[in-house]
């Protein structure tokens, strides 16, 4: 079966430093992935996504970046956090036109 | 643009009663995937119940079902006999074949709350 895992679980971070955020998908092969920010009390906002290996498309222009070095990587980049990238990040895969299975998120808070 | 719309930011239902979240979405295509999601406090979002466009049939899982109606564009969900663990955001979302590589379009969520 598949799984997909996030780290990390929570972050805390001051406004300026650098960010990484990583997801990982088991038991399956050239997946789509997704990274998701979640304001509180809103929805979901789709930031990237990639339909394989160094292949990303951003949906929302910011100072935030994403790379799939791997099949089965995804990374959330920022060389610089500001306080309005707070927010719960969440990482998806799927296979392409079907449903997206949700990693458990990573809370970061800028400071 | 393709658009997700929930109405009731909030719901309440007592337990073992029947709830009914509403959604309505705008798109082009002919082709599309309907879906609720549900994310309960522990944030991880997961997936109650899918629904394909040309499927005349509404989809149904366990308690939960939705009732589709294509011309209105609407896609409400039914939860029967409401439990405790029912408690959570629901979003309902809409994916296009075409265009975008599988992206989900999700409306703002509805928050449900179950009484014991």
């Known amino acids: 079966s598949q799984t997909i895992h996030q780290w990390p679980a929570t972050l805390v971070q001051p406004v300026g430093s650098p960010l990484s955020l990583e997801c990982t998908v088991e038991?399956?092969?050239?997946?789509?992935l997704y990274w998701y920010r979640q304001a509180a009390g809103r929805g979901l906002q789709l930031l990237f996504y990639s339909v394989g290996i160094g292949q990303i498309s951003s949906e929302v222009p910011q100072n935030l970046s994403a790379s799939r070095p791997q099949d089965r990587q995804f990374i959330l980049s920022s060389k610089k956090l500001l306080l309005s990238d707070s927010g719960f990040y969440l990482c998806a895969w799927s296979t392409a036109y079907n449903e997206q299975f949700f990693g458990p998120g990573t809370r970061l808070t800028v400071l | 643009a393709q658009t997700v719309t929930q109405s009731q930011p909030e719901m309440s239902v007592q337990e073992a009663e029947t709830v009914t979240l509403s959604c309505t979405y705008d798109t082009s295509e002919s082709d599309y995937y309907l879906f609720w999601y549900k994310q309960p406090p522990s944030r991880q979002m997961i997936l109650v119940i899918r629904q394909e466009a040309y499927k005349q049939q509404n989809a149904t899982e366990n308690r939960f079902s939705v009732n589709f109606q294509k011309a209105a564009k609407s896609f409400s969900l039914k939860i029967s006999d409401s439990q405790l663990g029912d408690a959570a955001m629901y979003f309902c979302a809409c994916l296009n074949y075409g265009g975008s590589q599988g992206n989900l379009i999700f409306g703002k969520g509805t928050k449900l709350s179950v009484k014991p």
């Open positions: 038991g399956t092969s050239n997946p789509n």
